[in-house]
């Protein structure tokens, strides 16, 4: 059973780089045609996808964020990144790393990120 934890700083000062970490327990990040998605949702809102990086190392992001977000993967330690740089207060949220992209069928538990100085 495949399970996720996302890790990393609570709070970021502004025009810092947001830098998140994922965990991927009981399944290999690069099996099959698995692809896996940073996901947040800001207060008061709803989710917004932010970028995939697919089974090859291929990636993409939602345009409105592509600017500022890397995902990378490091194969050796089963583990998904996520960059996010220049950040605002715009980008408090609940941050979550999942399986899938058109269809999520697994969830990390997510981690509040809080952007201010």
């Known amino acids: 059973q495949v399970q996720l934890q996302e890790s990393g700083p609570g709070l970021v000062k502004p025009s810092q780089t947001l830098s998140l970490t994922c965990s991927v327990s009981?399944?290999?990040?690069?099996?099959?045609?698995?692809?896996w998605s940073w996901i947040r949702q800001p207060p008061g809102k709803g989710l917004e996808w932010m970028g995939v990086?697919?089974?090859?190392?291929?990636?993409s992001y939602v345009p409105s964020l592509q600017s500022r977000t890397s995902i990378s993967r490091d194969t050796s330690k089963n583990q998904l990144s996520l960059q996010l740089s220049s950040v605002t207060p715009e980008d408090t949220a609940v941050y979550y790393c999942a399986r899938g992209v058109a269809t999520i069928d697994v969830w990390g538990q997510g981690t509040q990120v809080t952007v201010s100085s």
């Open positions: 990086i697919r089974k090859d190392g291929s990636t």
């Open positions: 009981g399944g290999s990040i690069t099996i099959s045609s698995t692809s």
